[in-house]
Protein backbone atom coordinates (compact mmCIF):
# COMPACT_ATOMS: atom_id res chain seq x y z
CA UNK A 1 0.00 0.00 0.00
CA UNK A 2 1.12 3.67 -0.76
CA UNK A 3 0.08 7.16 -0.59
CA UNK A 4 -0.94 10.08 -2.30
CA UNK A 5 -2.32 13.34 -2.31
CA UNK A 6 -6.09 13.69 -2.76
CA UNK A 7 -6.98 17.04 -2.52
CA UNK A 8 -5.22 20.74 -1.61
CA UNK A 9 -6.94 23.76 -0.68
CA UNK A 10 -4.60 27.23 0.65
CA UNK A 11 -5.78 29.90 2.67
CA UNK A 12 -3.82 33.23 2.19
CA UNK A 13 -4.42 36.16 4.78
CA UNK A 14 -6.38 39.63 3.29
CA UNK A 15 -3.57 41.97 4.44
CA UNK A 16 -1.03 42.16 2.17
CA UNK A 17 2.37 43.74 1.94
CA UNK A 18 3.41 45.28 -1.54
CA UNK A 19 7.49 45.99 -2.09
CA UNK A 20 5.89 49.37 -2.81
CA UNK A 21 5.30 49.58 1.12
CA UNK A 22 8.58 48.22 2.07
CA UNK A 23 10.15 50.79 -0.43
CA UNK A 24 8.07 53.23 0.54
CA UNK A 25 8.56 52.34 4.36
CA UNK A 26 11.74 50.62 4.76
CA UNK A 27 13.71 51.77 1.40
CA UNK A 28 13.70 48.64 0.28
CA UNK A 29 14.58 47.94 -3.62
CA UNK A 30 11.31 47.44 -4.82
CA UNK A 31 12.53 46.73 -8.51
CA UNK A 32 15.25 44.35 -6.64
CA UNK A 33 12.65 42.46 -5.03
CA UNK A 34 10.40 41.98 -8.44
CA UNK A 35 13.31 40.64 -10.97
CA UNK A 36 15.72 39.27 -8.18
CA UNK A 37 14.23 37.57 -5.45
CA UNK A 38 10.75 37.23 -7.36
CA UNK A 39 8.29 38.50 -5.07
CA UNK A 40 5.74 41.37 -5.69
CA UNK A 41 3.75 41.01 -2.74
CA UNK A 42 3.42 38.87 0.52
CA UNK A 43 -0.21 38.30 2.43
CA UNK A 44 0.65 39.03 6.16
CA UNK A 45 -2.35 37.79 9.07
CA UNK A 46 -4.00 40.57 11.20
CA UNK A 47 -2.56 40.92 14.72
CA UNK A 48 -5.87 38.92 16.03
CA UNK A 49 -5.55 36.31 13.47
CA UNK A 50 -3.52 33.19 14.86
CA UNK A 51 -2.07 30.28 13.44
CA UNK A 52 -4.86 28.05 14.02
CA UNK A 53 -7.08 30.35 12.71
CA UNK A 54 -5.24 30.48 9.56
CA UNK A 55 -4.91 27.01 9.27
CA UNK A 56 -8.68 26.30 10.17
CA UNK A 57 -9.31 28.52 7.16
CA UNK A 58 -7.75 26.46 5.01
CA UNK A 59 -9.37 23.24 6.31
CA UNK A 60 -12.99 24.57 5.97
CA UNK A 61 -11.89 25.37 2.28
CA UNK A 62 -10.97 22.26 1.70
CA UNK A 63 -14.06 20.58 3.80
CA UNK A 64 -16.52 23.43 2.20
CA UNK A 65 -15.29 22.45 -1.42
CA UNK A 66 -18.26 20.13 -2.23
CA UNK A 67 -16.12 18.51 -4.99
CA UNK A 68 -13.82 17.13 -2.55
CA UNK A 69 -16.38 15.08 -0.80
CA UNK A 70 -15.10 14.56 2.56
CA UNK A 71 -16.40 13.24 5.47
CA UNK A 72 -15.14 14.82 8.28
CA UNK A 73 -15.74 11.74 10.89
CA UNK A 74 -13.75 9.38 8.57
CA UNK A 75 -10.24 12.15 9.36
CA UNK A 76 -7.68 9.40 11.71
CA UNK A 77 -4.91 11.56 12.30
CA UNK A 78 -4.31 15.47 12.04
CA UNK A 79 -0.77 16.85 11.53
CA UNK A 80 0.29 20.56 11.90
CA UNK A 81 3.09 21.05 10.60
CA UNK A 82 4.08 24.90 12.22
CA UNK A 83 6.68 27.24 13.98
CA UNK A 84 4.53 29.59 15.24
CA UNK A 85 1.97 27.97 17.36
CA UNK A 86 -0.53 29.02 18.99
CA UNK A 87 0.76 28.41 22.47
CA UNK A 88 4.24 26.08 23.53
CA UNK A 89 1.61 24.27 24.96
CA UNK A 90 -0.86 22.73 24.05
CA UNK A 91 0.16 21.31 20.49
CA UNK A 92 -2.17 23.70 18.35
CA UNK A 93 -3.31 20.32 16.43
CA UNK A 94 -5.47 19.75 19.39
CA UNK A 95 -6.86 23.19 19.04
CA UNK A 96 -7.59 22.41 15.57
CA UNK A 97 -9.23 19.25 16.15
CA UNK A 98 -12.01 20.70 18.49
CA UNK A 99 -12.28 23.43 16.28
CA UNK A 100 -12.59 21.82 13.12
CA UNK A 101 -15.30 19.13 14.82
CA UNK A 102 -13.58 16.22 14.44
CA UNK A 103 -13.69 13.04 16.07
CA UNK A 104 -12.10 12.14 19.56
CA UNK A 105 -10.35 9.37 18.20
CA UNK A 106 -8.61 11.59 15.99
CA UNK A 107 -5.00 11.78 16.72
CA UNK A 108 -3.47 15.11 16.65
CA UNK A 109 0.03 16.43 16.99
CA UNK A 110 2.65 18.96 15.32
CA UNK A 111 5.47 19.12 13.50
CA UNK A 112 7.93 21.79 14.41
CA UNK A 113 9.81 22.25 11.01
CA UNK A 114 9.89 25.17 8.66
CA UNK A 115 10.95 25.23 4.79
CA UNK A 116 11.57 21.51 4.80
CA UNK A 117 8.33 20.55 6.43
CA UNK A 118 5.88 19.92 3.70
CA UNK A 119 7.91 17.06 2.97
CA UNK A 120 8.73 15.49 6.43
CA UNK A 121 5.14 15.67 7.20
CA UNK A 122 3.76 13.99 4.33
CA UNK A 123 6.24 11.34 4.99
CA UNK A 124 5.36 11.20 8.35
CA UNK A 125 1.41 11.27 8.14
CA UNK A 126 1.84 8.62 4.73
CA UNK A 127 3.89 5.86 6.85
CA UNK A 128 0.26 6.07 9.58
CA UNK A 129 -1.13 5.09 6.44
CA UNK A 130 1.43 2.33 5.41
CA UNK A 131 1.19 0.59 8.42
CA UNK A 132 -2.18 0.12 8.00
CA UNK A 133 -3.25 2.78 11.45
CA UNK A 134 -4.95 5.02 9.47
CA UNK A 135 -6.98 5.79 6.09
CA UNK A 136 -7.76 9.38 6.31
CA UNK A 137 -4.72 11.93 7.11
CA UNK A 138 -5.55 15.76 7.21
CA UNK A 139 -1.88 17.50 6.89
CA UNK A 140 -2.15 21.45 7.33
CA UNK A 141 0.89 23.54 7.54
CA UNK A 142 0.50 26.72 8.54
CA UNK A 143 3.13 29.83 9.54
CA UNK A 144 3.36 32.98 10.29
CA UNK A 145 6.44 34.96 9.82
CA UNK A 146 4.72 38.01 9.65
CA UNK A 147 4.94 38.36 13.61
CA UNK A 148 8.32 37.29 14.21
CA UNK A 149 10.13 39.51 11.17
CA UNK A 150 11.66 42.76 12.12
CA UNK A 151 10.23 44.73 9.12
CA UNK A 152 14.07 47.19 9.67
CA UNK A 153 15.91 43.87 8.69
CA UNK A 154 16.51 43.84 4.77
CA UNK A 155 17.90 40.25 5.39
CA UNK A 156 14.46 38.90 6.19
CA UNK A 157 11.57 42.03 5.78
CA UNK A 158 10.65 41.24 2.29
CA UNK A 159 10.94 37.75 1.93
CA UNK A 160 8.27 35.89 4.42
CA UNK A 161 4.90 35.63 3.47
CA UNK A 162 1.77 33.96 5.90
CA UNK A 163 -0.15 31.36 4.33
CA UNK A 164 -1.71 27.68 5.68
CA UNK A 165 -2.65 24.83 3.54
CA UNK A 166 -4.31 21.56 4.35
CA UNK A 167 -3.74 18.36 2.29
CA UNK A 168 -5.83 15.26 2.38
CA UNK A 169 -3.59 11.89 2.48
CA UNK A 170 -5.17 8.90 1.36
CA UNK A 171 -3.88 4.87 0.62
CA UNK A 172 -3.37 4.30 -3.02
CA UNK A 173 -1.69 1.29 -5.05
CA UNK A 174 1.84 0.82 -4.47
CA UNK A 175 3.23 2.57 -7.84
CA UNK A 176 1.46 5.81 -7.29
CA UNK A 177 1.48 8.63 -5.10
CA UNK A 178 4.31 9.17 -2.74
CA UNK A 179 7.13 6.34 -3.91
CA UNK A 180 10.50 7.44 -2.95
CA UNK A 181 11.82 9.97 -0.02
CA UNK A 182 15.05 11.17 0.92
CA UNK A 183 16.11 13.13 3.90
CA UNK A 184 18.93 15.05 5.88
CA UNK A 185 19.86 17.23 8.73
CA UNK A 186 22.93 19.31 9.55
CA UNK A 187 22.23 20.96 13.56
CA UNK A 188 26.11 22.80 13.14
CA UNK A 189 24.06 24.96 10.81
CA UNK A 190 20.93 25.76 13.26
CA UNK A 191 22.39 29.23 14.09
CA UNK A 192 22.04 29.94 10.55
CA UNK A 193 18.30 30.75 10.51
CA UNK A 194 16.90 31.23 13.61
CA UNK A 195 14.69 32.89 17.12
CA UNK A 196 16.50 33.60 19.94
CA UNK A 197 14.83 33.61 22.97
CA UNK A 198 11.79 31.95 21.80
CA UNK A 199 11.85 28.80 24.08
CA UNK A 200 13.44 28.33 27.32
CA UNK A 201 17.44 29.03 26.44
CA UNK A 202 17.34 33.11 26.68
CA UNK A 203 20.27 35.57 25.65
CA UNK A 204 19.18 39.28 26.18
CA UNK A 205 21.87 39.64 23.56
CA UNK A 206 20.45 38.48 20.69
CA UNK A 207 17.35 39.84 19.20
CA UNK A 208 13.97 38.42 19.87
CA UNK A 209 13.15 38.80 16.01
CA UNK A 210 14.11 36.04 13.44
CA UNK A 211 17.96 36.58 12.77
CA UNK A 212 18.54 34.80 9.12
CA UNK A 213 22.72 34.44 7.75
CA UNK A 214 22.22 34.85 4.42
CA UNK A 215 25.52 33.65 2.87
CA UNK A 216 25.22 30.15 4.83
CA UNK A 217 21.72 29.58 3.62
CA UNK A 218 22.22 30.75 0.06
CA UNK A 219 25.33 27.98 0.04
CA UNK A 220 23.31 25.32 2.08
CA UNK A 221 21.01 25.74 -0.57
CA UNK A 222 22.92 25.34 -3.68
CA UNK A 223 24.86 23.06 -2.89
CA UNK A 224 22.75 19.85 -0.24
CA UNK A 225 19.99 20.69 -2.04
CA UNK A 226 21.19 19.67 -5.55
CA UNK A 227 22.71 16.91 -3.89
CA UNK A 228 19.76 15.74 -2.49
CA UNK A 229 17.34 16.08 -5.76
CA UNK A 230 20.38 13.77 -7.45
CA UNK A 231 20.40 11.16 -5.29
CA UNK A 232 16.79 10.52 -4.52
CA UNK A 233 16.93 10.20 -9.00
CA UNK A 234 19.95 8.00 -8.72
CA UNK A 235 18.58 5.38 -6.78
CA UNK A 236 15.16 5.39 -8.76
CA UNK A 237 17.49 4.81 -12.12
CA UNK A 238 15.51 8.54 -13.40
CA UNK A 239 17.30 11.16 -14.93
CA UNK A 240 16.38 14.99 -15.15
CA UNK A 241 14.40 14.71 -18.01
CA UNK A 242 12.42 12.34 -16.52
CA UNK A 243 10.26 14.66 -14.57
CA UNK A 244 7.53 16.99 -15.59
CA UNK A 245 8.21 19.11 -12.65
CA UNK A 246 10.50 19.92 -9.74
CA UNK A 247 8.59 21.85 -7.41
CA UNK A 248 10.90 23.33 -4.77
CA UNK A 249 10.30 25.18 -1.56
CA UNK A 250 10.14 29.00 -2.95
CA UNK A 251 12.64 30.28 -1.23
CA UNK A 252 13.30 32.92 -3.77
CA UNK A 253 13.83 33.04 -7.76
CA UNK A 254 17.48 33.95 -7.15
CA UNK A 255 17.97 30.90 -5.20
CA UNK A 256 16.12 28.50 -7.07
CA UNK A 257 17.25 29.67 -10.69
CA UNK A 258 20.94 28.74 -9.06
CA UNK A 259 19.65 25.48 -8.34
CA UNK A 260 18.08 25.16 -11.73
CA UNK A 261 21.38 25.65 -13.19
CA UNK A 262 23.30 23.27 -11.27
CA UNK A 263 21.06 20.74 -11.94
CA UNK A 264 20.37 21.54 -15.32
CA UNK A 265 16.58 21.65 -15.31
CA UNK A 266 14.97 23.69 -17.80
CA UNK A 267 12.36 26.27 -17.55
CA UNK A 268 9.17 24.23 -18.33
CA UNK A 269 10.39 21.71 -15.68
CA UNK A 270 11.18 24.07 -12.65
CA UNK A 271 8.48 25.79 -11.14
CA UNK A 272 8.39 29.56 -9.77
CA UNK A 273 5.53 30.41 -7.88
CA UNK A 274 6.52 33.02 -5.12
CA UNK A 275 5.48 35.99 -6.62
CA UNK A 276 2.40 36.59 -5.40
CA UNK A 277 2.80 35.17 -1.87
CA UNK A 278 6.43 35.66 -0.62
CA UNK A 279 8.27 32.63 0.71
CA UNK A 280 4.91 31.05 2.19
CA UNK A 281 7.27 28.69 4.84
CA UNK A 282 6.23 24.81 4.63
CA UNK A 283 3.11 25.62 2.81
CA UNK A 284 4.96 27.29 -0.71
CA UNK A 285 5.37 23.80 -2.00
CA UNK A 286 1.34 22.79 -1.75
CA UNK A 287 0.71 26.14 -2.91
CA UNK A 288 2.30 25.63 -6.15
CA UNK A 289 1.20 22.10 -6.53
CA UNK A 290 -2.34 23.18 -6.28
CA UNK A 291 -1.90 25.73 -8.92
CA UNK A 292 -0.06 23.21 -10.97
CA UNK A 293 -3.46 20.74 -10.75
CA UNK A 294 -5.71 23.58 -11.38
CA UNK A 295 -3.77 24.30 -14.49
CA UNK A 296 -4.99 20.81 -15.70
CA UNK A 297 -1.33 19.90 -17.21
CA UNK A 298 -0.90 17.10 -15.25
CA UNK A 299 -1.42 13.62 -16.74
CA UNK A 300 -1.91 10.01 -14.43
CA UNK A 301 1.67 8.63 -13.94
CA UNK A 302 3.44 11.89 -14.60
CA UNK A 303 6.86 12.55 -12.27
CA UNK A 304 7.12 15.31 -9.63
CA UNK A 305 9.99 15.82 -7.11
CA UNK A 306 8.85 18.06 -4.18
CA UNK A 307 11.94 19.34 -2.34
CA UNK A 308 11.80 21.12 0.91
CA UNK A 309 14.91 23.23 2.85
CA UNK A 310 15.67 25.06 5.57
CA UNK A 311 16.08 26.14 9.27
CA UNK A 312 17.58 23.43 11.21
CA UNK A 313 19.30 22.77 8.66
CA UNK A 314 17.14 20.41 7.35
CA UNK A 315 15.85 19.07 3.49
CA UNK A 316 14.36 16.48 1.91
CA UNK A 317 12.99 15.27 -1.48
CA UNK A 318 9.85 13.05 -2.51
CA UNK A 319 9.44 11.63 -6.12
CA UNK A 320 5.70 11.66 -6.71
CA UNK A 321 3.65 9.69 -9.21
CA UNK A 322 0.57 11.61 -10.17
CA UNK A 323 -2.14 9.61 -10.02
CA UNK A 324 -5.34 11.57 -10.94
CA UNK B 1 48.68 28.88 -7.70
CA UNK B 2 49.86 31.48 -10.34
CA UNK B 3 48.13 34.96 -10.52
CA UNK B 4 47.16 34.78 -13.75
CA UNK B 5 45.83 31.19 -13.62
CA UNK B 6 43.98 32.55 -10.30
CA UNK B 7 42.42 35.62 -12.03
CA UNK B 8 40.99 33.76 -14.81
CA UNK B 9 39.50 31.06 -12.09
CA UNK B 10 37.84 34.05 -10.47
CA UNK B 11 36.78 35.53 -13.88
CA UNK B 12 35.09 32.44 -14.80
CA UNK B 13 33.55 32.62 -11.66
CA UNK B 14 32.08 35.84 -12.46
CA UNK B 15 30.96 34.94 -16.04
CA UNK B 16 28.99 32.28 -14.64
CA UNK B 17 26.65 34.73 -12.52
CA UNK B 18 26.63 37.65 -15.23
CA UNK B 19 27.05 36.43 -18.38
CA UNK B 20 29.35 38.19 -21.08
CA UNK B 21 31.16 40.54 -18.04
CA UNK B 22 34.64 39.15 -18.72
CA UNK B 23 35.57 41.57 -20.92
CA UNK B 24 35.00 44.47 -18.64
CA UNK B 25 37.18 42.99 -16.11
CA UNK B 26 40.62 43.81 -15.09
CA UNK B 27 42.48 44.08 -11.94
CA UNK B 28 41.02 47.38 -10.92
CA UNK B 29 37.48 46.67 -10.83
CA UNK B 30 35.30 46.58 -8.32
CA UNK B 31 32.32 44.69 -8.50
CA UNK B 32 29.34 46.30 -7.03
CA UNK B 33 30.44 49.94 -8.93
CA UNK B 34 31.99 49.02 -11.99
CA UNK B 35 29.49 45.60 -13.06
CA UNK B 36 26.27 47.18 -11.05
CA UNK B 37 26.40 43.86 -9.33
CA UNK B 38 23.87 43.95 -6.22
CA UNK B 39 23.80 42.25 -3.10
CA UNK B 40 22.53 38.56 -4.26
CA UNK B 41 25.02 38.33 -7.27
CA UNK B 42 27.22 39.23 -4.86
CA UNK B 43 26.34 36.83 -2.05
CA UNK B 44 26.68 34.41 -4.90
CA UNK B 45 30.32 34.93 -6.02
CA UNK B 46 31.70 34.80 -2.57
CA UNK B 47 30.11 31.50 -2.03
CA UNK B 48 31.04 30.43 -5.54
CA UNK B 49 34.43 31.14 -4.52
CA UNK B 50 34.35 29.80 -1.54
CA UNK B 51 33.35 26.33 -2.54
CA UNK B 52 35.56 26.49 -5.91
CA UNK B 53 38.77 27.04 -3.40
CA UNK B 54 37.85 25.06 -0.72
CA UNK B 55 38.04 28.10 1.62
CA UNK B 56 35.69 30.07 4.40
CA UNK B 57 35.48 33.71 3.63
CA UNK B 58 34.45 35.19 6.83
CA UNK B 59 31.97 38.79 6.40
CA UNK B 60 34.54 40.49 8.45
CA UNK B 61 37.42 39.58 6.36
CA UNK B 62 35.56 40.62 2.95
CA UNK B 63 35.06 44.27 4.65
CA UNK B 64 38.63 44.61 5.95
CA UNK B 65 40.01 43.13 2.45
CA UNK B 66 37.85 44.97 0.02
CA UNK B 67 37.10 41.45 -1.55
CA UNK B 68 34.62 43.44 -3.99
CA UNK B 69 38.05 44.77 -5.69
CA UNK B 70 39.51 41.96 -8.20
CA UNK B 71 43.00 42.32 -7.28
CA UNK B 72 42.12 42.31 -3.35
CA UNK B 73 41.02 39.28 -3.86
CA UNK B 74 43.56 37.63 -6.02
CA UNK B 75 45.65 38.46 -3.49
CA UNK B 76 43.89 37.57 -0.32
CA UNK B 77 43.41 33.81 -2.40
CA UNK B 78 47.09 34.06 -3.28
CA UNK B 79 47.68 34.17 0.66
CA UNK B 80 44.52 31.61 1.82
CA UNK B 81 45.55 28.86 -1.21
CA UNK B 82 49.22 28.63 -0.30
Same mark, same amino acid.
Given at each position: ?????????????? !????????????????????????????????????????????????????????????????????????????????????????????????????????????????????????????????????????????????????????????????????????????????????????????????????????????????????????????????????? !????????????????????????????????????????????????????????????????????????????????? | ??????????????????????????????????????????????????????????????????????????????????
Amino acid at each position: MNYYIDKIEYYLPR !KLITNEYLSNEYGIDANFLENKIGIKERHVAACDESTSRIAFESAVKLFENKNNNIDTNEIDLLILCTQNPDYRLPTTACLLQHNLNLKTSCMAFDINLGCSGFVYSLVVAGNFIKVNMVKNVLVIMADEYSKIIDYQDRNTASLFGDAASSILLKPCEDDYGIIDSLFGTDGSGADSLILYNSGVVKNSEKSNFLFMEGREIFKFSITVVPDNVRNLLARNNLNIKDI !KYFIFHQANKYILKEIQKQLTITDNQIILDMERYGNTVASSIPIAFKNILDQGNLKRGDLLVFCGFGVGLSWGSILYRHIQ | MQKNELFEKVVNILEGIIPNVSQKIDENTALIRDLEMDSMDFVNYITQVEMQFNIKISDDDIKKHELGIMKNMIEYLLKKTI
